[in-house]
């Protein structure tokens, strides 16, 4: 919108427009030509807008104010005291989910990239209409970190890119194989809709990796990778669930597939050559 061009000066608009931006909440400063941020921070919720001033040359008409993007992004708690769930009000995936427990991983998506460069962000999850952030410990605090994942988050759909990098494609479902037998398939069918929708509320998501023996083999993810109520989840949970709909299942163990180990072993050795070239 434009500011009403009835005074004398450009002094006299500036002056207007001050009065204007203290109204609709935004910093009283002076005219400034770099990007503004400002996030009102509740319990639940945040307003991330980003502002930027003009002035036109003289002739064209005073000075006019844009707000250039705007997102309102919902904060959740989650069972894990070291992770958050946002809900930026778009979508993220669409479906399927996508996990990023170090740098390396973070490589499949210039988002998760952007946010393993916070200091103090130790993995980033990926559902289909939210996001969930872990961060290293208790030591960090989490008032530090909001800002810096409200303003990554916004630039990040402001830009349009894609989420995830070249031919890369969200976990979906644990989809049936032609080879699985009926209490496979029984298992991937409980997991897809029962579990986990429910761990997925919690910014979480839980990935079917095999069954041996009566061993259900399970691997989980977002909030629930580090959460210290993982172990009770899986076995009052997940395990009784199971068991009640599927005699043959005896218990249920949490695994990691072998590309995070390589993942893994490739993350500390780069990190133990930079501590060896530190004079």
């Known amino acids: 919108f434009k500011l009403p061009m ?7 608009v500036v002056r207007q ?3 204007l931006i203290g109204a609709l909440g935004f910093s009283s400063r002076s005219v400034c030509t770099t990007p503004l941020y400002a996030s009102h921070v ?24 844009v707000i250039s993007r705007s997102m309102f992004i919902q904060v959740q708690s989650t069972p894990n005291p070291n992770s958050l769930k946002f809900v930026p009000g778009v979508s993220v995936l ?24 916070i200091d103090g962000v130790k993995g980033v999850f990926f ?11 208790e030591e960090v605090d989490w008032q530090v970190l909001k800002p810096d994942i409200f303003a990554n988050i916004m630039d990040f ?25 009926e209490t496979v398939t029984m298992i991937k069918e409980l997991l897809d809709t029962r579990i986990r929708p429910t761990v997925q509320e919690d910014g979480g998501d839980i990935v079917y990796k095999g069954f041996h023996d009566g061993i259900v083999k399970l691997k989980l993810q977002g909030s629930c990778t580090s959460c210290p109520s993982s172990a009770v ?26 590309a995070d180990e390589v993942s893994k072993s490739t993350l500390s050795q780069l990190e133990r050559t930079l501590a060896d070239e530190k004079p």
């Open 233 to 258: 989840t899986l076995k009052m949970g997940i395990q009784n669930m199971l068991q009640f709909y599927i005699p043959e299942v005896k218990s249920v163990e949490q695994v990691e597939d072998e």
């Open 94 to 117: 669409g479906t399927g989910t996508a996990d990023f427990s170090n740098q390396l991983e973070a490589r499949r998506s210039p988002l998760a990239r952007q946010l393993f460069k």
């Open 127 to 137: 559902g289909p209409d939210f996001i969930t952030v872990t961060k290293s410990g």
């Open 6 to 12: 009835m005074a004398s000066s450009v002094r006299t």
């Open 157 to 181: 759909f402001a830009s349009q890119q894609p989420i995830l990098s070249g031919e890369e494609e969200p976990s979906a479902t644990n989809d049936t194989e032609s080879d699985d037998n």
């Open 42 to 65: 509740t319990s639940q919720a945040a307003t991330v807008r980003k502002a930027t001033w003009r002035r036109w040359p003289t002739g064209i008409g005073g000075a006019q104010m």
């Open 17 to 19: 427009s001050r009065r």
